[in-house]
């Protein structure tokens, strides 16, 4: 993990402001949450942060790398989930978990330990087995948050 820092981040569209001037500090290991209305640029700030949007203008900094718009999404280390999940009811928990890593194609035995050590931080290690339906909405927001640390772990570490 690594912190996110930003510094005055301004998203324009046109002349229409999206982001008008968030600066926040989120310290490595720290929980963050965004709560606004919808429209108040939640999911554009945070498409600027994961690299799938660029800034108008302002400073973003993940760990000690200036980012600006230089550094690809799929490198900046950083995972975003939603409200819908986006769990593949035809996988169990595991290969849900493990799906955006195997994109990648690590060795399988990287992949169990990412999809162990997400699970186990989340406390559902002992749901790898089952699929979507049989999880309450708690569990399955849980396997989405573990399947975006595991993807944003495995790009920060390489």
């Known amino acids: 993990m690594a912190a996110v820092v930003t510094r005055d981040i301004i998203k324009k569209f046109g002349e229409v402001p999206a982001v008008n001037g968030i600066t926040l500090n989120v310290q490595d290991g720290e929980f963050m949450v965004l709560l606004g209305p919808s429209g108040c640029g939640k999911t554009t700030f945070l498409r600027i942060i994961c690299g799938l949007e660029q800034q108008t203008s302002g400073d973003l900094i993940i760990g000690n790398d200036d980012v600006v718009n230089d550094i690809p999404s799929r490198a900046r280390g950083v995972a975003m989930m939603f409200q819908s999940y986006g ?62 640390g595991a993807e944003a772990d495995r790009a920060s570490a390489g």
Do not use: C
Request: net charge positive.
């Open 87 to 148: 769990l593949y009811p035809h996988y169990s928990v595991r290969k849900n978990i493990g799906f955006p890593l195997r994109t990648q194609r690590p060795p399988t035995a990287q992949i169990d330990k990412k999809v162990e050590w997400a699970s186990q931080m989340l406390g559902i290690g002992h749901l790898l087995d089952r699929r979507p339906r049989q999880l309450s909405g708690g569990e399955r927001q849980r396997v989405a948050l573990a399947r975006a």
